[in-house]
């Protein structure tokens, strides 16, 4: 395309906001492509529909003629404009026309959000305390005697009595012993001891998942803040539409009105908007973080990765759906997006640094 200057006017972050400037000429160009596509359904008593004089034509759709052009021509104009500036929009170009005459032309702004610029250096600053995963004997003691308790006859169980003002004295106490631990008829645990491993091993395991939960969430909030990018209003409410659109069908299910819901709950539609807004928007920050940094760091998964991926599903169905071309970039970005998170958290756990060292003490 020609005939046409831009500049940028606005940044913040990854939001710009350009400044375009279109010849007259070009306009006019646009405006015949609207006339054609208008007059072919314009009917005028006496012609073939498309074939009245121009004038008579332009009198019945001057107005469409207008908004097409000017429909056809911002877009056009503004994409030409991103390609230049190799720009990778994740919104909807927001346009304002300015003005438009023979004289200075077509003079319009656009905004656009785009993918944001992550830099992995923005992550060795955070901090965050790595969970401890500790298993203490009076947990696992009280997860068995919950067990003994649920599982075992109390006729069967010797308690002692508690000295007022104990923890917990309205909970009758017991001592554990293998005698009672065999009550419990498990294969794999007949003593006390080995019981007491299983359980702990198994806490552990629990605990485990649940600190590494809360460790991941933490740590990407706060790269979210620290990556600080704008994420489009028009994803976020896509995405409220769709949890709105799925929480009135489950209503329906149960034959629930979401008017009663609402008063039942002591909430309005709004709160609950708001909190799926907040939600939503936090998954997408979390998606779009992740999926860019693997990206800057070349953790992108490739068509052979992705093919070995679904060639280890068991089931066959569900490895022949995702044949299609569609569920296999799904699944590419899932797995990009766990590749990034995996980036993230050897950052900021150092990790990274500490092979650069290790490779400097090998030379």
Do not use: C
């Amino acid at each position: 395309m020609e005939n046409y200057k831009f500049k940028r006017i606005e940044e913040d972050r990854n939001k710009f906001t350009y400044e375009v400037t279109v010849d007259y000429s070009e306009f006019q160009k646009y405006e015949d492509r609207a006339f054609k596509i208008e007059a072919a359904n314009v009917k005028i008593p006496g012609f073939r529909p498309g074939q009245a004089p121009r004038e008579m034509i332009e009198k019945e759709v001057a107005t469409k003629i207008f908004s097409r052009a000017i429909n056809l021509i911002l877009p056009d104009f503004a994409e030409e404009v991103m390609v230049k500036e190799e720009l990778s929009p994740i919104s909807h170009l927001h346009y304002d026309l300015k003005e438009l005459d023979k004289e200075h032309g077509v003079l319009f702004t656009f905004e656009v959000v785009t993918q944001p610029v992550i830099r992995p250096e923005d992550f060795k600053g955070i901090k965050v305390d790595e969970p401890k995963t500790e298993i203490t004997e009076k947990e696992v003691e009280d997860v068995i005697k919950n067990m003994v308790r649920n599982n075992v006859s109390e006729d069967k169980i010797k308690f002692v009595e508690r000295k007022e003002g104990d923890k917990d004295s309205d909970v009758k106490d017991f001592e554990l012993t293998d005698e009672l631990i065999k009550e419990l008829k498990y294969e794999d645990s007949k003593t006390l001891d080995e019981l007491k491993q299983n359980v702990r091993e198994t806490l552990k395991t629990l605990k485990k998942q649940q600190s590494d939960t809360e460790y991941t969430n933490k740590v990407l909030d706060e790269a979210i803040k620290a990556a600080n990018f704008h994420v489009p209003h028009e994803m976020i409410d896509d995405q409220v539409a769709g949890l709105e659109e799925d929480f009135k069908s489950r209503l329906k299910q149960i034959k629930l009105s979401l008017e009663n819901y609402i008063q039942t709950q002591g909430t309005t539609i709004e709160e609950m908007r708001s909190h799926w807004a907040a939600d939503a928007k936090a998954r997408i920050s979390s998606d779009l973080l992740l999926v860019n940094l693997a990206v800057k760091e070349g953790l992108v998964a490739t068509e052979e990765e992705v093919e070995a991926e679904i060639e280890k599903m068991e089931d066959k169905q569900l490895r022949a759906r995702y044949k299609n071309q569609s569920n296999k970039d799904y699944l590419r970005t899932i797995m990009t997006r766990e590749r990034g998170l995996a980036k993230l958290i050897d950052i900021v756990k150092g990790v990274e640094v500490e092979k650069k060292e290790v490779k400097k003490d090998e030379k």
